[in-house]
């Protein structure tokens, strides 16, 4: 078996020389003449007949040479090489079908890699399916929650569900042992993650009994915290670890898949804790987030309407005036993950579709232009005696190089589509990080290879190669080029399309980054701190922490001033309250609903000259007021013409609610009235907002604190020396100091991203167009060869041949265009959500789309165009 | 257990090995040897002798090596191999099974012809 094997692979790799063979047959001849004279036969007949008697020679050798075992792949490798040396002998056409492969197949992996794991993963819940979040909506918060006051009422009495339960938010804590470190703490009620369907890997869930007001202190950490802090230490339970000082005892760990159904971070988590009896008595009560497992065959929608007495129990309870503005709702879990990003999902599956369609109908087109303009080599081959099996085999092997090489690049392309998709996204989705291109986007791409390979060859390998292509023209192909004519028309309409909504985005975006925000971000740099509960108990202790800081900072190199506050605008967090919990002294409480909402920030006095924010009224805050017993605020001019129509707003008397019992609301006085600032985002609308002063008084203290500093030293140099001031008063105190500008940019991350991926298939859309009508065209001039020859036989210029092609391409140019604009115009609405200042239907950007797509389209046909101009007549005629 | 169209087909390759078991022998001589020996029934033709014998040797059963002929001149000889050797047993032993076969066969059906 050896033996035969070790020869097999000898000759397998080397042939015998032909020279060899030549001469044992020359030495059968000889010895076969020789018998032949020798039986009396002359010699030049003995010659003869020997010959006649051998047959063919070629046939011989022919027949020795298949016998070797490796006559198979030397014949493939010589297709091979055949094959290859055809596709670099029409680079334009090879270049186009390996762009088209690449493109279709890199796009569509990409986005399927990114969109599967925001619509399809799984979510890491047993049973994810049936687990919905329960909630009310209020315009104060867009997303569902429910309110203690009401929650356990919904919890006793509720029919569609299985079990209910519910969160309570997270918040830094502190780990708080030899080496300290700020976790995120979450809570959660006991029976939480049996609700989810998860268990702990090890030790176990939380008791009933564990979920009481001073219950003695329990937690489940997360699976990192276990591998990092604990070294995976399997006797973890009962482990006595310290949080915020508290003596706290592990029960269990997550598994290491586990997220919280908010997508928050969580690295221990607590129960709740709550007085269950206090707050059903609470008006509102604690807010937490609910969410339950419906009952088997249970839909979201029959658990609503199933919910709708529980629902009237919770208006009951709230203010009379804002009962219209609230709203219930059930919905998969999935969805409220996902709840602005589920229809972008969905819309960039459909693009990616329709890319890889439109990559399909673009191969088939060019295909297509490359047999007719091959009917002619093939002719000549099959009359060389070449079999129609050969044929086949070398066209297949051929379409397979093309195809092989449009995956590959495709596969490639698609991974680094993806890490830029990644690295693009914004915030709130850390499971895209683990996005990989997997074994199914592998198999798809080699799918679509060899599917792609196999309609290449047989298109262009079955149809028998018509020997009368040797001497006349064909007329064949033409009708079929009228479907492809009217792919490359609908091609161009959608690229128009894609290039019209990318334009919208891209001016939108351009608007978005260059609006007028209320506030100067240059030379400003910020520190957002948030001080620990252990080190900082007291309201006094971090009030003093903050005034030191702010202190050592102002009078630091190069510092023009120093402000604190508690958020910044324009988004990201600030408190609300509603308009009506807002009260001019004298005057009766707003009662028509609630108002809309107020933004407000806790700042000290040198808030507004440090983001450069104008006083239009008053002098602000100053430091008379700091040691004031009295309260004082700052109102945005929209908030102060709204209160106060017409009138001057400074030195009048405000109540602001702030939990206090009615009519004990503290009275502030208004000091000053600034310009508005953008503070809702950065697309969105503005908010009135207004400003409290931080006092030297430990009531308007709290542990989280932003530390604004303009400065005219170099960004990094400050962020260094701001590092260091904070670490000389607290060297283990987390601080995250960037400049403004970069927290600004941060909050484009969504709209910067919507605009790079429509522009990327815009671009897409474009190319393929593109290739598509090069293809056609090619096909067309390829057909019209003979007719071209003849018409510069008759003395047509060469401007006279381009013009004859361009025509011809402008009958799909002109109608794609009108169809794509039509097209466009009706379907720009789809994102008018999504556009800043720029009217879904703006006459410049579908201007300039027109015109960049008309010339990119003629370009395309001009390859073609000026291909058909070097026809020389006299082969032409020839041929005809 | 070959099938006995395969048997047929490897009656040539049969012949060869037994045709060079004897002594190593160039391809004129085994042509000539099996016709001599089957008395003129046997005649191989060149087209399929080379292709055969080429065959044998990329298997391993018959190795070739140049020498000088009877009459002096240079030649292809071709000799078993032990695996050769082998083979030929197993192939002559089919082909007697299958000859047995027949005969068995056409016996039979000459009994009740007569």
């Known amino acids: 078996m050896i033996v035969e094997f070790w020869t097999w692979l000898r000759y397998f790799l080397l042939r015998k020389s032909r020279k060899e063979l030549d001469d044992e047959v020359r030495f059968h001849l000889e010895q076969s003449i020789a018998s032949k004279i020798d039986a009396g036969i002359p010699e030049a007949e003995a010659r003869r007949l020997a010959m006649i008697e051998f047959g063919s020679l070629e046939a011989t050798q022919e027949g020795c040479e298949q016998q070797r075992p490796g006559w198979w792949a030397g014949i493939a490798a010589q297709d091979f090489r055949y094959a290859l040396r055809g596709c670099l002998r029409n680079p334009a056409f090879s270049i186009a079908a390996v762009l088209t492969l690449m493109l279709g197949i890199g796009s569509s992996a990409a986005v399927f890699t990114v969109v599967d794991r925001i619509l399809f993963r799984p979510l890491p819940y047993g049973d994810s399916g049936r687990l919905v979040s329960v909630g009310l909506l209020a315009p104060i918060e867009p997303l569902e929650f429910m309110l203690g006051g009401s929650y356990y009422e919904w919890q006793d009495n509720q029919k569609p569900f299985v079990a209910l339960t519910s969160e309570a938010g997270g918040e830094p804590c502190d780990l708080t042992e030899v080496n300290p470190v700020r976790l995120d703490c979450a809570s959660v009620e006991y029976n939480f993650l049996q609700t989810l369907g998860v268990m702990p890997v090890v030790g176990r869930n939380f008791l009933p009994n564990e979920d009481r007001p001073n219950a003695p202190k329990v937690a489940l950490i997360s699976y990192a915290l276990w591998r990092s802090r604990f070294h995976r230490d399997s006797s973890i339970t009962g482990k006595v670890i310290s949080i915020d000082g508290k003596a706290t005892e592990v029960v269990g760990v997550l598994p290491e898949n586990f997220e919280m159904p908010r997508l928050q971070a969580a690295d221990v988590l607590v129960p709740e804790c709550l007085d269950v009896a206090a707050q059903r008595r609470a008006d509102p009560g604690r807010p937490l987030w609910a969410f339950a497992r419906l009952k088997p065959g249970v839909t979201p929608e029959q658990a609503k309407a199933q919910l709708e007495p529980l629902f009237e129990y919770s208006l009951r309870l709230a203010p009379a005036p804002f009962r219209k503005e609230i709203h219930y709702t059930v919905r998969p879990l999935r969805d409220r993950q996902f709840h602005d990003v589920h229809r972008a999902a969905w819309i960039l599956l459909g693009l990616v579709m329709a890319v890889l369609l439109i990559a399909t109908a673009n191969v088939a087109g060019l295909l297509t232009a490359r047999r007719a303009s091959r009917q002619r080599e093939m002719a000549v081959r099959t009359a060389l005696g070449a079999s129609r099996f050969r044929l086949l085999q070398s066209a297949i092997l051929e379409s397979f190089i093309l195809s092989a090489t449009g995956a590959l690049a495709g596969v490639l392309l698609a991974s680094a589509l993806l890490r830029v998709f990644v690295a693009m996204s914004p915030g709130g989705m850390p499971f895209l990080n683990s996005a990989r291109i997997d074994g199914r986007v592998l198999i798809f791409a080699l799918s679509i290879c060899l599917l792609s390979t196999l309609s290449f060859g047989l298109i262009g390998g079955i149809t028998r190669a018509q020997t009368n292509a040797l001497t006349s023209r064909s007329a064949s192909g033409l009708r079929r080029a009228r479907l492809r004519q009217f792919l490359v028309t609908a091609q161009i309409a959608a690229s128009l399309l894609l290039v019209a909504g990318g334009a919208l985005l891209a001016r939108s975006f351009w608007n978005l980054e260059r609006q007028n925000l209320g506030i100067n971000d240059e030379n400003v740099l910020t520190a957002t701190i948030s001080l620990g509960q252990t080190a900082y108990p007291t309201a006094e202790r971090q009030m003093a922490f903050f005034q030191q800081l702010q202190r050592n900072l102002r009078w630091g190199p190069g510092v023009d001033t120093v402000a604190l506050s508690d958020s910044l605008p324009p988004g990201g967090y600030h408190h609300d309250q509603i308009y009506a919990s807002l009260r001019v002294e004298g005057q009766p409480r707003f009662t028509s609903g609630t108002g809309g909402n107020v933004a407000w920030r806790w700042v000290t006095p040198e808030y507004f000259r440090t983001l450069n924010i104008p006083l239009i009224e008053g002098s602000g805050f100053t430091d008379d007021e700091l040691a004031s017993a009295n309260r004082f605020v700052v109102l945005s001019r929209s908030l102060a013409e709204r209160m106060f129509p017409g009138q001057s707003a400074l030195g009048r008397q405000v109540h602001v609610a702030t939990g206090a019992p009615e009519g004990q609301d503290p009275l502030y006085s208004v000091v000053g009235v600034v310009a508005d600032v953008k503070n809702g985002g950065l697309a969105a609308g503005e908010e009135p907002e207004y400003y409290r002063l931080r006092r030297n008084r430990a009531e308007d203290w709290d542990p989280r604190a932003v530390v604004i500093v303009k400065s005219s030293l170099p960004a990094p140099t400050m962020e260094r020396w701001m590092r260091r001031q904070v670490a000389s008063l607290d060297p283990a105190l987390p601080v995250e100091v960037g400049t403004l500008r970069e927290r600004i940019a941060k909050l484009a991350d969504q709209p910067r991203f919507e605009m790079l991926l429509v522009s990327y298939f815009a671009v897409t859309g474009l190319v393929m167009a593109m290739i598509g009508l090069y293809g056609v065209t090619a096909f067309l001039v390829e057909q019209r060869k003979p007719e071209v020859g003849v018409r510069m036989a008759f003395g047509a210029s060469k401007g006279d041949i381009v013009r004859l092609v361009l025509a011809s391409t402008m009958r799909m140019i002109v109608p794609g265009t009108v169809f794509g604009l039509a097209l466009a115009f009706a379907v720009s609405q789809v994102l008018s959500s999504l556009l800043f200042q720029v009217g879904s239907h703006d006459s410049v950007t579908f201007c300039g789309s027109t015109i960049l797509l008309i010339a990119v389209t003629v370009i395309a046909s001009l390859i073609p165009a000026i291909d058909a101009t070097r026809v020389d007549p006299i082969i032409t005629l020839r041929v005809e | ?114």
């Open chain 2, 1 to 114: 257990m070959p099938t006995p169209t395969d048997l047929l087909q490897g009656t040539l390759d049969l012949l060869i090995l037994q045709t060079v078991a004897l002594e190593p022998m160039h391809g004129w001589g085994i042509a000539l040897r099996i016709q001599q020996v089957s008395r003129d029934v046997l005649q191989i033709g060149q087209g399929s002798l080379y292709p055969a014998l080429h065959r044998l040797e990329y298997k391993g059963w018959i190795k070739s090596e140049w020498a000088n002929s009877e009459n002096n001149r240079r030649a292809k000889f071709y000799k078993l191999t032990a695996t050769g050797r082998k083979q030929l047993a197993a192939e002559r032993d089919s082909w007697n099974r299958l000859s047995d076969a027949i005969g068995l066969v056409l016996d039979k059906t000459m009994e009740v012809s007569s």
